[in-house]
């Protein structure tokens, strides 16, 4: 059975594999990682079983929208894609800085108007709006450490920074031969 760690323990852990995965960084010609999600629909039921490296994630829509309700609609998938992308930087920085951090919980907040959505106003938004995200922490951290350390997060946040600085996204339809 592993050892069960507190926070404080795993973000010693996490320091060391940050600096050794750094130093891999430096040592290496630049070479972005490819990302990839794939999803298959699945027929007569409409849900989208999405495939991340050998990981599954089930994505549905709730009755009105002619789902089952069996897993998070995408616009939820967003928001927590964004949450557990600024929870996991939040632990990197925490880990570099030996924050004395025992506890840490990310919250990311939307709407949506489906009205946009689903043709029914031109008026109406979209994408999800009013998205916010808050953090709380226990620890033996200070207010300017953390202030210091969202304002890096802000900085650093991969999928923070895609949702506020949007990247072109290159579309292509294409037919499957049977």
């Not at 629909?41 to 849900?47: E, I, Q, R, S, Y």
């Not at 079983?49 to 709730?62: A, F, I």
């Not at 920085?93 to 951090?101: C, E, F, G, K, Q």
């Given at each position: 059975?592993?050892?069960?760690?507190?926070?404080?323990?795993?973000?010693?852990?996490?320091?060391?594999?940050l600096?050794?995965?750094?130093?891999?960084?430096?040592?290496?010609?630049?070479?972005?990682?490819?990302?990839?999600?794939?999803v298959t629909?699945?027929?007569?039921?409409?849900?989208r079983?999405?495939?991340?490296?050998?990981?599954?994630?089930?994505?549905?829509?709730?009755p009105?929208?002619?789902?089952?309700?069996?897993?998070?609609?995408?616009?939820?998938?967003?928001?927590?894609a964004?949450?557990?992308?600024?929870?996991?930087?939040?632990?990197a920085?925490?880990?570099?800085?030996?924050?004395?951090?025992d506890?840490?919980?990310?919250?990311?907040t939307?709407?949506?108007?489906?009205?946009?959505?689903?043709?029914?106003?031109?008026?109406?938004?979209?994408?999800?709006?009013?998205?916010?995200?808050?953090?709380?922490?226990?620890?033996?951290?200070?207010?300017?450490?953390m202030?210091?350390?969202?304002?890096d997060l802000?900085?650093?946040?991969?999928?923070?920074?895609?949702v506020?600085q949007?990247?072109s996204?290159h579309?292509q339809?294409?037919?499957?031969?049977?």
């Open positions: 059975m592993a050892p069960i760690w507190g926070l404080r323990e795993f973000l010693a852990r996490k320091r060391q594999a600096a050794a995965f750094r130093a891999r960084l430096h040592t290496q010609p630049p070479t972005p990682v490819p990302l990839r999600a794939a629909v699945a027929a007569g039921t409409g849900l079983p999405v495939k991340v490296r050998e990981h599954t994630v089930l994505s549905d829509s709730g009105a929208l002619g789902g089952y309700d069996l897993g998070p609609n995408a616009p939820e998938l967003l928001l927590a964004m949450a557990s992308c600024i929870a996991h930087s939040a632990l920085i925490a880990a570099d800085r030996d924050l004395a951090l506890d840490l919980q990310v919250e990311v939307g709407q949506i108007d489906y009205r946009g959505a689903m043709a029914v106003s031109a008026d109406a938004p979209i994408a999800p709006t009013n998205l916010r995200y808050t953090i709380r922490y226990r620890g033996e951290v200070s207010d300017n450490e202030a210091a350390l969202q304002a802000e900085r650093l946040c991969p999928v923070l920074l895609a506020l949007p990247q996204l579309g339809v294409e037919r499957v031969n049977e």
